[in-house]
């Protein structure tokens, strides 16, 4: 079966880091492209961070550029978003996603539409 599965949400203070990861069971990662996406409740899913299959390439929203890095270790066939510099506009309810093969050369490419393996989802909030 396949599954995606997210963990480590929970509260962080204004300021702080946290990671999350994203462990994959039933398929391997190498070749798979992962997005990082976020929805708050009345707004629609939007994209994070994705890094692509075969040369990771990494790609990120403007507004976590520089405070998010995605990375994967496919000896753990896992991905994770590390958040460093959080903002309480950063809570969210946070999914990774899963597409065969590479991404295009831009975050353009990083839409909740092209990914079709999904994970159930965590929530972190940031507040004091």
């Known amino acids: 079966q396949l599954q995606l599965v997210e963990s480590g949400g929970g509260l962080v203070q204004p300021g702080g880091s946290l990671r999350l990861s994203c462990a994959a069971s039933?398929?391997?990662?190498?070749?798979?492209?992962i997005g990082w996406f976020r929805q708050v409740p009345g707004k629609e899913r939007e994209g994070v961070s994705c890094?692509?299959?075969?040369?990771?390439?990494?790609y990120y929203a403007d507004s976590v550029k520089g405070r998010f890095t995605i990375s994967r270790d496919n000896a753990k066939n896992t991905v994770y978003l590390q958040m460093n510099s959080l903002k309480p506009e950063d809570t969210a309810v946070y999914s990774c996603?899963?597409?065969?093969?590479?991404?295009?050369?831009?975050?353009?490419?990083?839409?909740?539409?092209?990914?079709?393996?999904w994970g159930q989802g965590t929530q972190f909030t940031v507040s004091s």
């Open positions: 890094i692509s299959s075969s040369d990771d390439r990494t």
């Open positions: 039933g398929f391997t990662l190498d070749y798979y492209a």
């Open positions: 996603a899963a597409k065969r093969g590479p991404l295009g050369g831009s975050f353009s490419y990083c839409g909740p539409h092209r990914f079709y393996f």
